[in-house]
Nanobody, 121 residues
Framework: QVQLVESGGGWVQAGGSLRLSCLAS????????MGWFRQAPGKEREFVAA????????YYADSVKGRFTISRDNAKNTVYLQMNSLRPEDTAVYYC??????????????WGQGTQVTVSS
């Protein structure tokens, strides 16, 4: 059974940084593209970033481009999201997701439970 467990969320002041981690189990991480979504209160869930199985292809939402960096360590079964220059509008629950393909389907068939990120102004 695939499990995705996020960690690293918390409270930070605007301009600060956080690094989220997603530990995957029950799968061979190198067989799949992975990604991050987020959902703010009262808003729809939105795409943040995605990375192919090798890390050679990466996509970002325009709202986070230049501030967030997605990466992965297949040997550690972990995906990361480095978030810099955080803004209050980045406040959301962040979810790790698994694609059905090594590259981008994009079709996500597993989600973590989420980790809260709160950015104060």
């Amino acid at each position: 059974q695939v499990q995705l467990v996020e960690s690293g969320g918390g409270w930070v002041q605007a301009g600060g940084s956080l690094r989220l981690s997603c530990l995957a189990s029950g799968l061979t991480l190198s067989s799949y593209a992975m990604g991050w979504f987020r959902q703010a209160p009262g808003k729809e869930r939105e795409f943040v970033a995605a990375i192919s199985w090798s890390g050679s292809s990466i996509y970002y939402a325009d709202s986070v481009k230049g501030r967030f960096t997605i990466s992965r360590d297949n040997a550690k079964n972990t995906v990361y999201l480095q978030m810099n220059s955080l803004r209050p509008e980045d406040t959301a629950v962040y979810y790790c997701v698994k694609d059905t393909n090594r590259d981008f389907a994009p079709d996500y068939d597993a989600w973590g439970q989420g980790t809260q990120v709160t950015v104060s102004s």
